[in-house]
């Protein structure tokens, strides 16, 4: 598929000039709203900052719709645990969107610790007028006060002020992965790696423990939870994956706790591929649903499964992302590569799915032409409008031209997070600390 | 052969791993953790696998002298309950060498017994010889505490087989650790072996100073994990190796020594009860270890 470049290269760093980057502008999510009119990301810095698409104009209609910064704001700052003496990281791990419900955006971001409830709204009124205060704000002397007046609504410049909601704390021993926002509205889970607990939006000193898979002596534990969503349309069903490559499909209506599952799906491993890394690449990094319903897409290191929630036993597809990576597990385990979480993501008619690689590469795939193309997000590669061209990854033998070699492959360029707009395609990819924002070609 | 080596130095690389993320930023991390720490588990099994089946019949021996010798040791829950040292290579039977039980201490003087007896036998040999000589010594009382020193044991034993396996290193030292040897050591605590020197001595410095003090003396005992590794050097010397190479690999395993031991003591309510020099230590650990433990030793008892 062809794509035209509109490439946003948001630098939050200081040093707006250099080419490194500062570790706390590294992006650590993105997503967009609902209705892809805004688009959220946030970073290893704590800050969020969203988007907003531009209307389209009839004077410039080759400038389709760029997203521009709408609002930045600092979401969650380092904390000190003091009866434990950790650190608490400020990394934004994830964020949601609640559904617009009035004029005013909700979005729900999270660190290791801690979910908020932030509020984005527009203010182009103030109010003007005050009898007992000047307009400087100063408070104005009562005797001098001679007649009363009312307070007018005069326009101003428009404002995106962001605040928070709401704080729901102290729920978590361990660190916070993952949070699904529930499609009743009301409700919403977060999840840690032994735990979930389910939320009312509205409530924050009080949450429900849904799965604890902890086991009473911690020297038996063998897998952890590493993501979990709710199902898009029932309210009741959600699942969640597992370290050691497992979904389960649970049920809320049936037990308060649903530590026992309704569904699980698994697929029993390849005993020729066995290596002493064979657990860590089949950990899944991360889950989600199809806008239908009625299909899984799982990440695990070198492979993007699609699951039908009728079958259980196999998958339905499954798409290799870089297999040329399985004879380099050893070293990847040295230099930590093999523990980097990457996400995974639908189109919006569930036809195309795409995930992030190494060398700031990302991959799509068609589940219905079974096509696939590896694309490059870079600044070198890519100029404003240019169409990206695809890449590809010489396995061994001989390179071809424009073919990148295994070895030559940058893993300190990742792209762990990336996001498809609900709708459209436009797509947002996270390279370290740039965004880049990719539409498909306009005749 | 060549498994061996690449499962050594994935050992050392988890172990290292292990290490950082005590002082990593925003605490320990339990996913990374687990998954480093079955990656530990596969590597040493398949390191202890290829000596399993030549050091059986050592470990037979090693057993036999241990307990002859450790009866009334105070010997620990540390030994996982597996009673059966051979048959298991990995798991039950290693040794818990974590806080410097008692058991490490028999450990050693098996080891070293076996070393006499199997000469230029790696650490596998060591290893097991541990497990069997430990089995024998263990309660079964501390059962669940036991699984947990069994966890810990292993990884330990895995320390000990990286220390050892360290080639070149100059250890010639293996500790061929005679009995007394053995209780001179206590890896996490004692500053000054006594008895035995140079082996734990190099260790030992590194061993957390606040409860060196008062863990000395009580428990002369407590090998530190490295010794069994000392040991498995052994080949070159059975008598007296003393000197003690601080690699890299040696002070990560002190400090994981300290570490697990903390664990250990802070794992296990209960203290054997014959020991009670070891539960002072053990409290002495754990008092130290206690507010780092929490997320840590979720992730150290996962192991």
Redesign the interface.
């Known amino acids: 598929m062809d794509e035209e470049i509109d490439t946003r290269k948001i630098n939050n760093s200081f040093l707006r000039d250099h080419n490194y980057a500062t570790e706390a502008d590294i992006i650590s999510t993105v997503e967009f709203n609902p209705t892809g009119e805004l688009l959220a990301t946030g970073d290893k810095g704590g800050r969020v900052v969203v988007f907003q698409r531009e209307r389209e104009s009839k004077n410039q209609p080759h400038r389709r719709g760029e997203y521009n910064v709408y609002s930045t704001f600092q979401s969650h700052e380092p904390e000190f645990?003091y009866?434990?003496?950790?650190?608490?990281?400020e990394?934004i791990n994830k964020i949601r969107w609640l559904p617009q419900q009035n004029a005013a955006y909700f979005l729900l971001s999270t660190n290791?610790k801690t979910v908020k409830l932030w509020k984005v709204s527009e203010r182009d009124k103030r109010p003007e007028g005050y009898n007992l205060k000047d307009e400087d704000g100063r408070i104005r002397d009562p005797t001098t006060i001679t007649a009363l007046r009312v307070p007018v609504l005069q326009p101003m410049d428009l404002m995106v002020e962001a605040t928070p909601r709401r704080v729901f704390s102290n729920a978590h021993t361990?660190?916070i992965?993952s949070i699904s926002v529930n499609s009743d509205y009301e409700t919403y889970m977060s999840t840690d790696?032994?735990r979930i607990n389910l939320w009312n939006l509205e409530i924050t000193n009080r949450s429900f423990n849904i799965v604890d898979i902890k086991p009473t002596?911690?020297?038996?534990?063998?897998?952890?939870i590493?993501a979990a969503e709710f199902q898009p349309n029932q309210c009741n069903t959600f699942v969640y994956s597992s370290?050691k490559g497992s979904i389960r499909l649970c049920d809320m209506r049936a037990s308060a706790l649903c530590d026992n599952h309704s569904k699980l799906f698994e697929e029993p491993e390849d005993p020729s591929n066995r290596s002493?890394?064979s657990?860590?690449i089949s950990?899944i990094s991360d889950v989600k649903f199809s806008h239908s319903g009625r299909y899984l897409i799982t990440r695990d290191y070198l492979t993007v499964k699609v699951w039908d929630l009728n079958m259980e036993s196999k998958p339905l597809e499954t798409y290799q992302v870089h297999d040329y990576l399985r004879s380099k597990l050893?070293s990847l385990?040295?230099n930590?590569c093999i523990?980097d979480k990457f996400e995974c993501v639908w189109n919006g008619s569930d036809s195309v799915i795409m995930t992030g690689s190494y060398n700031n590469f990302f991959r799509m795939f068609d589940r219905n032409t079974k096509r696939d193309v590896t694309l490059e997000a870079s600044r070198e590669n890519s100029k404003p409008r240019a169409i990206l061209k695809p890449r590809k990854v010489c396995v061994g033998g001989k390179r071809r031209k424009d073919e990148i070699s295994v070895d030559s492959l940058d893993f300190s360029k990742k792209i762990l997070h990336t996001a498809w707009h609900p709708s459209e395609n436009i797509i947002a990819v996270a390279a370290t600390n740039n965004l880049y924002i990719f539409q498909d070609k306009v005749n | 052969m060549e498994y061996k080596v690449?499962?050594h130095r994935?050992m050392s690389?988890s172990l290292g791993?292990i290490y950082n993320s005590r002082v990593q930023?925003?605490?320990i991390?339990?996913?990374?953790n687990?998954?480093v720490s079955?990656?530990l588990r596969?590597?040493r099994q398949?390191y202890l696998r290829d000596y399993y089946g030549g050091i059986c019949l050592s470990a037979q021996q090693a057993r036999e002298w241990c307990e002859g010798e450790y009866m009334d040791s105070e010997q620990d829950k540390l030994v996982p309950g597996s009673t059966e040292s051979l048959p298991e290579s990995d798991g039950q039977s290693e040794v818990a060498v974590d806080k410097g039980e008692p058991i490490n201490v028999v450990e050693s003087p098996a080891s070293l017994d076996v070393e006499s007896q199997a000469s230029g036998e790696q650490e596998h040999a060591e290893n097991v010889i541990l497990d069997s000589g430990c089995s024998d010594l263990k309660t079964t009382e501390e059962s669940?505490e036991a699984?947990?020193t069994c966890?810990v044991s292993n990884v330990v034993t895995t320390i000990s087989s990286n220390c050892i396996s360290d080639p070149s290193p100059s250890n010639p030292k293996e500790a061929t650790e005679t009995p007394t040897d053995c209780q001179t050591d206590d890896s996490e605590s004692v500053e000054e072996n006594s008895h035995k020197p140079k082996v734990p001595r190099a260790y030992t410095n590194r061993k957390r100073s606040a409860d060196d003090s008062e863990l000395k003396d009580p428990l002369p005992k407590r090998t530190k994990v490295i010794s069994p590794l000392l040991i498995s050097k052994n080949d070159e010397n059975k008598g007296e190796t003393e000197e003690m190479d601080t690699s890299n690999v040696s002070s990560l395993i002190t400090i994981f020594g300290s570490s697990f031991s903390g664990l250990l003591s802070s794992?296990d309510g209960a203290q054997p009860d014959s020991e009670v020099e070891d539960s002072d230590s053990g409290q002495i650990c754990c008092d130290q270890m206690l507010?780092?433990l929490?997320?840590w030793?979720?992730a150290i008892?996962?192991?």
């Open positions: 645990d009866l434990k003496s950790l650190e608490i990281e990394k290791d361990y660190h992965n790696d032994l002596n911690m020297e038996e534990l063998t897998e952890v590493t370290s002493f890394f657990e860590i950990s050893c385990y040295e930590d523990f | 690449e499962a994935i690389i791993k930023r925003g605490g991390k339990l996913h990374k687990l998954l079955l990656v596969s590597a398949v669940p699984s947990a966890e794992e507010k780092n929490n997320p030793s979720t008892v996962a192991f």
